[in-house]
């Protein structure tokens, strides 16, 4: 959000409003101006835009009407006025704050006149410093935050609690004693009186070149610190280069409690994945992992972040009484905490932090193996200090602060419950949610603490939720569950955060062309299998209870990797992978192991209780529960409530026609979801018909899994089963709306820049060649196109062909989704349909290669030998799959790119 809107306002009521009169005291105009700003800049929009649409504005031109509404309302006072009539929690917000603020800085004010001599003998400021101003740093809870103190000649920051600095301090001092210089951290100079904490400015400052191999070593032996002893949140924010030292600023969150959210795990070994994961160095904040970056869409850890996507309200019509906010979305970039040298005067910051991995990892196992070593003396500290308090995390900031800007808002200020209903889902108590609520209310950014000592986590009022064990507690299991075997697994984790992305996205040089193989064909296929069953086998985890898991790499939106436990879904997860063994044993080319696979599958499927997204085949109960559903297809299926193929309605009626004998009760399902997907359909921008999400109307797309042609395809098998004429008509205008997208070769793809074709199962050519040759054979056996849509019909399908041809057989990637074997699992089919030999030949021969080139390139599904994607869909049980079906399969159109999968 821009500043400044409306000045005469902040001139206004800096000069008129007696609290702000008196925050000036203490506080830098600028920061004061921005407070002013946030909570009132909405309001004021809203009330110029009401009172122009109402009339009550004179003047001729936009200007004039705005000049007007200054002078008349502003000026006069009469705004906050009205402010304070029709919006009660704006004001009592704004008052709230101003008040805790002024509180805040007379506190601060005291306690330095009280402290200064300490802080001079401690060095942490001159004979000569005095308080000039003070600026808030971070968010405001209950009443208090984090404020930088400038004086005279440098700044302090000012907690308004025992900081954890104590603690932290004191280990390091430990450790610091133990391990080589390259390797000692920095102390920060802090001074602790009874209730708050001074601690010093450590300002950002170069190193030297040959240095910097320090720097990243002493970082490895953060990540084991801040592993060892449990903390969190440790985002570039949080973290400045000091020389060739990384330095947390942030200790809120040492020795805390992890509370992980497992509501969705049923089986013990998803349970066990999923804790090694969350209890990890992962969950330090200090590498780039998917987590609580995919939040801020980019990359904020400790280590490498600092680059991610924002989305924020500017200011649009200044000075004009159509003034208002539009939303903008920018790429932010905060180099701050990445470490850098001078060069002719230039900052040439280290951003290749992969390059010294060696160091990196040197310094974690020294580190790691100094706190197991040093582990009981650690805990002694730690005892002395069962009175400090740690942060506990329920819910991200961000999340927080949406709400708040929310409840601030003009729009919305009858909406309260509305708003605070989007807490309602919680895996906590219901003290947490009434505490969250409140804190909301009062304004301020919910936050929760217990003491180390203490089993209860409390916010400032009451205890609110209750643990197993205190924090000490915890930390002591920790601590003395260190061992090789975990430093080892650490060290990986370490190794695929940093590298991951490098080697999944390093663009492998090949060509299927021209990929000879050591292998005759036969031996090839049957060596590609038993690669692939065995980095599946290998990498399994196996539970006391008999259910089974895997570690499973997937990929956010923002090309962020990230490692969790694998769902009971057919896309990508265990049921997925059980459909490839299972064709393995329907070709006799299972062993042993294999059946155990799938008995261990098994026993997880029955053990579960997975009920998301219920009627989606590939993400949901539908697919992973189909024998259920064959016994009881009522229990499985609920109201539609989404429309594509991956998800919803339309993916819901394919696979029911694809997989089962349409009875009475299933024509009535197919009746009830196509029926949503007649009323689902909406007018787009370029006046054509589609599905889409409202928020994401600039992406239409000719895509089987998430639009039209799903969708389509639902309804033209509805129309063929049941013939309402209503199904034809809108799978008519759909098909006409998505020929617009039609391009010299394939369709276009609006996610680009340059909106070239994409040859794809979910978005592009191939999604549109499976959905054609269902067409095809549905006309074949019910006669339902005109010869008009027959010949089109046959165009797009050549056309997508073409297309699959030109650009998906050079995609570096294997999966059925959005990579090769999808393309030729496509192309299979067509050739085979159609008897087209020389496609077939393109088929086999690419088969081949493709093979081949998974040897040598693991299959582009893995990061070196550390984690797979395992999924059906995204990885390697997809890959194995279609080597399978295409080699050995003669029921060429049942797969599971159509929703086939009997």
Request: charged letters at 20%; a negative charge; aromatic letters at 12%.
């Amino acid at each position: 959000m821009n500043n400044l809107l409306f000045p005469e306002f902040l001139s206004y009521i800096k000069e008129n409003d007696a609290t702000v009169k008196k925050s000036l005291l203490f506080y830098r105009e600028d920061f004061i101006d921005l407070c002013i700003f946030k909570l009132f800049a909405k309001t004021l929009v809203y009330l110029i835009n009401e009172k122009r649409e109402n009339q009550s504005l004179i003047g001729v031109t936009s200007e004039e009407r705005y000049e007007y509404f200054t002078k008349q309302y502003v000026l006069t006072g009469a705004i906050l006025d009205e402010i304070n009539a029709k919006f009660t929690n704006i004001n009592n917000s704004f008052h709230n704050y101003f008040n805790s603020l002024n509180m805040l800085g007379i506190q601060i004010t005291s306690d330095y006149l009280n402290d200064r001599q300490t802080l001079i003998n401690l060095g942490l400021v001159d004979k000569l410093d005095n308080i000039v101003n003070l600026q808030v740093v971070g968010d405001m809870h209950n009443a208090v935050a984090v404020v930088k103190v400038n004086l005279t000649g440098r700044s302090l920051y000012y907690k308004p609690h025992l900081d954890n600095y104590i603690i932290f301090n004191e280990i390091l001092k430990l450790l610091n004693s133990k391990l080589p210089v390259n390797l000692k951290q920095r102390q920060i100079k802090f001074s602790v009186s009874s209730d708050h904490t001074w601690i010093e400015e450590v300002k950002r400052q170069p190193l030297i070149k040959e240095d910097v191999h320090n720097y990243f070593s002493r970082m490895g032996g953060l990540i084991a610190i801040a592993y060892s002893l449990n903390m969190t949140d440790l985002h570039f924010e949080n973290i400045v280069s000091h020389g060739d030292y990384p330095v947390i600023l942030d200790m809120e969150t040492i020795c805390g409690t992890k509370l992980n959210q497992d509501e969705y795990l049923f089986t013990i070994a998803q349970k066990e994945v999923n804790n090694k994961i969350f209890d990890s160095v992962l969950n330090t904040g200090l590498l780039p992992m998917k987590g609580l970056g995919s939040i801020f869409g980019g990359d904020v850890s400790g280590m490498m972040g600092g680059e991610f996507t924002k989305s924020f309200n500017q200011i649009v019509d200044i000075n004009k009484d159509t003034i208002h906010f539009e939303k903008k979305i920018e790429r932010l970039i905060s180099t701050e905490h990445l470490p850098y040298y001078i060069k002719n005067n230039d900052e040439i910051l280290i951003k290749n932090t992969h390059d010294y991995l060696t160091d990196i990892i040197y310094g974690f196992n020294f580190t790691y193996d100094c706190i197991q070593s040093l582990k009981n003396k650690i805990m002694t500290i730690v005892e002395k200090y069962d009175f400090l308090t740690c942060r506990v995390i329920f819910r991200q900031t961000t999340h927080y602060s949406l709400l708040l800007d929310l409840l601030n808002s003009p729009i919305y200020q009858n909406k309260k419950e509305n708003i605070l209903s989007k807490l309602s889902y919680s895996a906590y108590s219901e003290s947490v949610l009434v505490s969250e609520k409140q804190q909301l209310l009062d304004g301020n950014i919910p936050i929760f603490k217990q003491k180390f000592g203490s089993v209860d986590i409390f916010d400032s009022v009451s205890t609110v939720q209750t643990t197993n064990l205190t924090p000490i507690g915890i930390l002591k299991n920790k601590l003395f569950n260190l061992t090789s075997n975990d430093r080892q697994f650490q060290e990986k984790l370490i190794y695929f955060s940093l590298q991951g992305n490098i080697e999944l996205y390093l663009n492998p040089q090949f060509d299927l062309k021209i990929s000879p193989s050591k292998f005759e064909p036969d031996e090839l296929i049957i060596q590609s299998i038993n690669d692939i069953k065995h980095k599946i086998i290998n990498n399994s985890l196996v539970a006391s209870d008999g259910t089974i898991n895997w570690f499973n790499v997937s990929v956010g939106d923002y090309d962020e990797l990230e490692l969790e436990p694998m769902d009971d879904t057919l896309y990508k997860g265990i049921a997925g992978v059980k459909l490839a063994f299972h064709l393995l044993s329907k070709y006799n080319l299972n062993t042993t192991s294999d059946l155990k696979i799938i008995s261990s599958i098994n026993q997880s499927l029955n053990s579960s209780n997975y009920i998301l997204n219920r009627e989606s085949f590939y993400e949901g109960t539908f697919g992973s529960q189909l024998q259920t559903f064959v016994e009881k297809p009522n229990k499985i299926l609920q109201n539609p409530s989404q429309w594509d193929v991956l998800l919803g309605a339309s993916g819901t009626i394919i696979g029911i026609y694809q997989n089962f004998k349409i009875t009475p009760a299933l024509e009535h399902i197919i009746e009830q979801y196509a029926d949503y997907l007649v009323k689902a359909i909406k007018k787009d921008k370029s006046n054509g018909y589609s599905w889409f999400d409202d928020n994401h109307q600039d992406l239409v797309n000719v895509s089987f899994a998430h639009g039209n042609s799903g969708c389509m395809t639902a309804l033209l098998i509805s129309y063929a089963i049941l013939g309402k004429t209503e199904y034809f008509d809108i799978f008519k205008k759909a098909w006409k709306s998505e020929q617009k997208f039609i391009l010299d070769s394939g369709w276009e793809d609006t996610r680009k820049t340059d909106r070239t074709s994409s040859a794809n199962w979910c978005h592009g050519s191939t999604g549109v060649l499976i959905s054609r040759l269902i067409w095809y054979k549905l006309n074949k056996k019910y006669k339902i196109l005109n010869e008009q849509c027959i010949q089109q019909l046959y165009y797009e399908i050549n056309h997508s062909v073409n297309d699959i041809i030109d650009k998906g057989l050079s995609i570096k990637n294997f999966s059925l989704c959005h990579g090769i074997m999808g393309n030729l699992i496509a192309l299979n089919e067509y050739s085979l349909t159609f008897s087209n030999k020389e496609v077939q030949k393109l088929v086999q021969k690419s088969l081949f290669a493709l093979c081949s080139v998974g040897f040598k390139k693991d299959w582009l599904c893995g990061v070196n030998d550390l984690f797979y994607n395992n999924g059906l869909m995204t990885g390697l049980a997809g890959i194995l799959y279609g080597i399978i079906k295409i080699y050995y399969d003669d029921n060429y159109d049942h797969h599971v790119l159509n929703l086939s999968f009997f």
